[in-house]
């Protein structure tokens, strides 16, 4: 049954995201409007669309959030192969959708954090002879392959952020044995 509705679903809601399925319903209104003054702008004339489009959208809902379930499972699929292929990637963010609000909200700062230092950084940085006597003095090589979280450890600038990436993990590990803040 699952996947009978699994490939109803997702016909039904590729065909209705159609522009042919917005003609369709564009004509059925214009029908139903025109028809108007030949039953007298009637409460029947007036039920009928109300009674067809309710149903159409209850119906919808569950086509759509089906098809949405899918779609999301999958995205997150991808993202989970992503996190573990890809070596410098915390993969204690694989099912972070599984976080209750505040433990979002918390990783939400922690990335707006890391946002705004790289912004700083690459603001002092790209300023006319600011600090450019520090990178001639230690050139890095591979300097645009390490992580960010990398470059906030080593910088000279005291900041708390360099914890907030082990912090976030413990956090995460935290609620996945249970004892979650």
């Not at 699994?6 to 319903?25: D, E, K, N, T």
């Not at 993969?91 to 972070?96: A, E, K, N």
């Amino acid at each position: 049954m699952n996947d009978t509705f699994r490939r109803l679903s997702h016909g039904v809601s590729g065909a209705m995201g159609s522009p042919w399925a917005f003609v369709g319903a564009v004509t059925v209104i214009g029908v139903w409007a025109v028809t108007g003054p030949v039953f007298h702008y009637s409460d029947t004339w007036q039920l009928i669309i109300n009674t067809g489009t309710t149903i159409v959208t209850f119906l919808m809902v569950f086509l759509i959030q089906n098809t949405q379930n899918r779609d999301s499972t999958a995205l997150h699929l991808k993202l989970d192969e992503l996190l573990r292929a890809v070596a410098e990637a915390r993969t204690s963010m694989v099912d972070l959708e599984d976080l209750n609000d505040e433990q979002l909200a918390a990783l939400q700062g922690e990335f707006q954090r890391l946002r705004e230092h790289k912004e700083r950084e690459e603001t002092r940085f790209s300023a006319p002879g600011a600090d450019r006597r520090v990178h001639a003095a230690a050139p890095d090589t591979d300097a645009p392959a390490r992580r960010l979280e990398d470059r906030l450890a080593a910088s000279p600038v005291p900041d708390a952020q360099a914890d907030t990436g082990r912090e976030a993990d413990g956090m995460i590990q935290g609620r996945r044995s249970g004892s979650g803040r």
